[in-house]
């Protein structure tokens, strides 16, 4: 086991902190165990890095009014002020072909300090490098300027 995680899984740090780095290590194949029920728990004690990372996991994303689909669990992270989950939202929002809501969701991350999405809201681009664009015909090819 890494030094870090021991350190932290001895003592000196919170239960919440203490949960991640197990959690980490098992994610990494470096502790034994399973990860999901640690990260159901930290989600259900509103930790939103938790809501953010558990939402990743679901293959449908959902509506923002069930609590836990995708956009569900990415909305109650941005509403506890976490810029990634109006991150995950614009995502959603852009692979749905709704661009007014894309639009939306990188604003609201950018005010909540994400200095990409504030970028990216600057430029409005419609059309985007990633594969998920190819699959709605709104992809294009990388520049120099996606790696800075």
Excluded: C
């Amino acid at each position: 086991m890494r030094p870090f995680v021991q350190q932290v899984i001895d003592g000196g740090m919170g239960k919440q902190d203490r949960l991640w780095a197990r959690y980490w290590a098992i994610r990494d194949n470096q502790g034994n165990g399973h990860r999901m029920p640690i990260l159901w728990h930290l989600a259900f004690r509103r930790d939103s890095t938790a809501m953010i990372e558990l939402s990743s996991t679901f293959a449908k994303v959902g509506r923002i009014a069930d609590p836990f689909s995708q956009s569900g669990l990415a909305y109650r992270a941005y509403r506890a002020g976490n810029a990634l989950g109006a991150q995950h939202l614009a995502m959603n929002a852009f692979n749905r072909r709704d661009l007014s809501g894309y639009r939306h969701w990188l604003g609201q991350a950018a005010r909540l300090g994400d200095h990409d999405a504030k970028a990216e809201h600057r430029r409005f681009e419609t059309r985007l490098p990633h594969e998920n664009a190819a699959l709605i015909g709104r992809k294009r090819p990388h520049r120099t300027s996606d790696f800075e």
